[in-house]
């Protein structure tokens, strides 16, 4: 199965044909970029280029079904654009800030922003955030996502200051017992080819 079916498979099997996925000719330039840069960056340890499309676009996507009707979006810790960047390809509609603190991760997102013309409606900011102190540029997301390896309680602490009333806040994760900060919602997903089990923790309206 060559590199485009593969992907088109993959989102039938993960069930997100009815939503609006990027393109393959996006994605399929996506990873030429991505595999070019890894070879002087270190952008992910994934190398073979159908594993990469498992892991990280068809499992960034599995988003889709969460994203707001409208509104704007923060991925916290985004790296090599995982999964803020694949989700602004899928809804150019929404504002997507990309925040992740390593220059040169942030050159390739930028460029990738502008290899996939999609400048409008994204902002890459080059920081960390912390906890103690509120970073006034960044407020009023209708929701929050990240695949960094933070701890549930960490992360929410961190970004509940950022959050909407009614906003919500989800993190991509592992199989994971029991649960640390308040309690949230835990959707159990499976990708396509691997059986490798993954799981969203959602929290939304009124974290603390």
């Not at 960094?148 to 960490?154: E, R």
Request: proline share 8%; with cysteine; aromatic share 10%.
């Amino acid at each position: 199965m060559d590199q485009e079916k593969y992907y088109r498979q993959g989102l039938k099997e993960l069930g997100l044909r009815r939503y609006p996925c990027p393109p393959w000719e996006k994605v399929g330039l996506y990873l030429e970029e991505l595999l070019r840069w890894n070879t002087s960056i270190n952008l992910t340890a994934i190398v073979d280029p159908k594993e990469i499309i498992e892991k990280h676009f068809l499992d960034s996507l599995t988003l889709l079904p969460y994203l707001p009707k409208a509104g704007r979006v923060l991925d916290v810790g985004s790296g090599a654009g995982f999964p803020g960047l694949v989700l602004k390809m899928a809804r150019p509609d929404l504002k997507v800030v990309l925040v992740e603190a390593r220059e040169k991760k942030v050159h390739f997102l930028r460029h990738m922003i502008r290899g996939l013309k999609i400048q409008e409606g994204i902002q890459t900011v080059a920081r960390h955030l912390d906890p103690e102190v509120f970073q006034g540029d960044l407020r009023s997301f209708d929701l929050i996502v990240t695949r960094a390896t933070f701890q549930p309680d960490v992360f929410l602490r961190l970004v509940t200051p950022y959050q909407t009333r009614k906003g919500c806040v989800l993190m991509m994760r592992g199989v994971m017992k029991g649960k640390m900060g308040p309690p949230p919602k835990i959707v159990p997903y499976t990708l396509p080819f691997s059986g490798l089990q993954r799981t969203l923790w959602i929290w939304s309206e009124g974290i603390f």
